[in-house]
């Protein structure tokens, strides 16, 4: 029923920027506690930032003041600005509809998408 479609990853120098995009079909945003994730190879999934559904922001200490999640009800859409990108930060994103917390740690538990892959090189 719900459908997410991520963009926007690519190949950056260490230093550069992405926008990231997360379309998503049979769910309106509005109203929704949206996320994104990543996950490098050999690690688990990583919460990175997420934005309730009344537009409160939540980043990764990771993160924090690099990352900046937006959204636009309009379009239906989330999107991840990421800027001042280091070579850790390479994985493939993801986000998710339905992001919560509990403790410490947060989680998706929609299903997810095919990722986008950031590759940001040294």
């Known amino acids: 029923q719900v459908q997410l479609v991520e963009s926007g990853g690519g190949l950056v120098q260490a230093g550069g920027s992405l926008r990231l995009s997360c379309v998503v079909s049979?769910?309106?945003?509005?109203?929704?506690?949206m996320g994104w994730f990543r996950q490098a190879p050999g690690k688990e999934r990583e919460f990175v930032a997420a934005?309730?559904?009344?537009?409160?922001?939540y980043y990764a200490d990771s993160v924090k003041g690099r990352f900046t999640i937006s959204r636009d009800n309009a379009k239906n859409t989330v999107y991840l600005q990421i800027n001042s990108l280091k070579p850790e930060d390479t994985a493939v994103y993801y986000c998710?509809?339905?992001?919560?917390?509990?403790?410490?740690?947060?989680?998706?538990?929609?299903?997810w998408g095919q990722g986008t892959q950031v590759t940001i090189s040294s």
């Open positions: 998710n509809t339905d992001t919560r917390t509990y403790g410490s740690t947060w989680y998706g538990f929609d299903s």
């Open positions: 049979g769910r309106t945003v509005r109203g929704t506690n």
């Open positions: 934005i309730s559904w009344i537009g409160t922001t």
